[in-house]
């Protein structure tokens, strides 16, 4: 395999001006195939945020190495470099908001890599249909609903044309239906474009829909595979903080009553249409 991104005995340590020390990660090794969606799971404090900021060289390792497409994170002259090939979309929206129409926030990133103004507008088009957020396009970022801000934010990472978006909790601020139309705007531009896609998340109903998912604890990989490999090993993701999915919840608590139910269920369309055949 030549991964896009890969982490190599990766460390991390806080270091506060006090000289009080965290180690954040510690020695985490890790490969992020070119085309993928992984999601990153683990309870608060896991490392989650602190090893998806090595990918875009936010943060350098304390030890260990991070590749990027094969540069190296700690050495700074690679670092714009990476800032191409690697997005980043934050929890709050409003952090990366930062004009008074929908447009021209989009047009922010490449106008910032001196792109000329033809191939700009392209990308602000290109980002906008890509989204459905065509209508928004004269609309202020700082009128519209939390969902549809998030969905811009994302609109505005695209238009740098990265090979990788890293998404830290997404979701996290929106209700159900705004939740559900990122994820699947993230899904979508992952399975149309291509877009290599790590997705930090608490929602175990966004990790069933990514190829693979690792699970994060104090500063480890704790546990890696398919959402079915890693939810088949349900006392260990009870134990690491985590929830099941809904379905996997469901099939549990049929079987407890009695009814024979396959061991790998996590999508409810499963559960739905093993239901319909004892029927
Ligand atoms: N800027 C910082 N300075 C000092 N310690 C920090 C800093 N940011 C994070 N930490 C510590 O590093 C550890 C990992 O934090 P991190 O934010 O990576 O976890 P996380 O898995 O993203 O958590 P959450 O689910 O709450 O977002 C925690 O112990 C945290 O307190
Ligand atoms: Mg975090």
Same mark, same amino acid.
């Given at each position: 395999?030549?991964?896009?991104?890969?982490?190599? %005995? #990766?460390?991390?340590?806080?270091?506060?001006?006090?000289?009080?020390?965290?180690? !954040? &990660?510690?020695?985490? *090794? /890790? =490969?992020?195939?070119?085309?993928?969606?992984?999601?990153?799971?683990?309870?608060?404090?896991?490392?989650?945020?602190?090893?998806?900021?090595?990918?875009?060289?936010?943060?350098?390792?304390?030890?260990?190495?991070?590749?990027?497409?094969?540069?190296?994170?700690?050495?700074?002259?690679?670092?714009?470099?990476?800032?191409?090939?690697?997005?980043?979309?934050?929890?709050?929206?409003?952090?990366?908001?930062?004009?008074?129409?929908?447009?021209?926030?989009?047009?922010?990133?490449?106008? %910032? #890599?001196?792109?000329?103004?033809?191939?700009?507008?392209?990308?602000?088009?290109? !980002? &906008?249909?890509?989204? *459905? /957020? =065509?209508?928004?396009?004269?609309?202020?970022?700082?009128?519209?609903?939390?969902?549809?801000?998030?969905?811009?934010?994302?609109?505005?990472?695209?238009?740098?044309?990265?090979?990788?978006?890293?998404?830290?909790?997404?979701?996290?601020?929106?209700?159900?239906?705004?939740?559900?139309?990122?994820?699947?705007?993230?899904?979508?531009?992952?399975?149309?474009?291509?877009?290599?896609?790590?997705?930090?998340?608490?929602?175990?109903?966004?990790?069933?829909?990514?190829?693979?998912?690792?699970?994060?604890?104090?500063?480890?990989?704790?546990?890696?595979?398919?959402?079915?490999?890693?939810?088949?090993?349900?006392?260990?993701?009870?134990?690491?903080?985590?929830?099941?999915?809904?379905?996997?919840?469901?099939?549990?608590?049929?079987?407890?009553?009695?009814?024979?139910?396959?061991?790998?269920?996590?999508?409810?369309?499963?559960?739905?249409?093993?239901?319909?055949?004892?029927?």
């Amino acid at each position: 395999m030549n991964p896009l991104i890969e982490a190599i %005995n #990766l460390s991390y340590t806080y270091r506060a001006g006090s000289g009080k020390e965290v180690k !954040a &990660l510690n020695g985490v *090794n /890790l =490969q992020v195939a070119r085309g993928e969606i992984l999601a990153i799971t683990g309870q608060n404090g896991s490392g989650k945020s602190t090893l998806a900021r090595h990918f875009n060289g936010l943060l350098t390792p304390s030890k260990g190495e991070v590749l990027i497409d094969g540069l190296s994170a700690a050495d700074r002259i690679n670092i714009p470099a990476i800032r191409k090939l690697v997005g980043m979309v934050f929890q709050n929206p409003d952090n990366q908001l930062i004009s008074s129409i929908v447009e021209e926030d989009i047009a922010f990133g490449p106008e %910032n #890599l001196g792109l000329p103004p033809t191939v700009i507008r392209d990308r602000v088009n290109h !980002a &906008l249909e890509s989204l *459905n /957020l =065509q209508d928004l396009r004269h609309e202020p970022p700082n009128q519209l609903s939390e969902g549809q801000k998030q969905l811009v934010a994302i609109a505005g990472v695209i238009a740098m044309k990265p090979k990788c978006i890293v998404f830290d909790e997404p979701t996290a601020h929106l209700d159900p239906r705004g939740r559900r139309k990122v994820l699947e705007s993230i899904l979508r531009l992952n399975r149309d474009e291509g877009i290599t896609t790590i997705l930090l998340t608490h929602y175990m109903n966004e990790a069933i829909h990514c190829d693979r998912m690792i699970v994060m604890d104090r500063g480890i990989v704790e546990m890696e595979g398919t959402p079915c490999e890693v939810f088949g090993r349900g006392d260990r993701i009870l134990s690491l903080g985590l929830d099941y999915p809904v379905a996997a919840q469901l099939a549990q608590g049929l079987r407890l009553k009695g009814i024979k139910m396959p061991n790998d269920i996590i999508h409810t369309e499963e559960i739905l249409s093993y239901l319909c055949q004892l029927k």
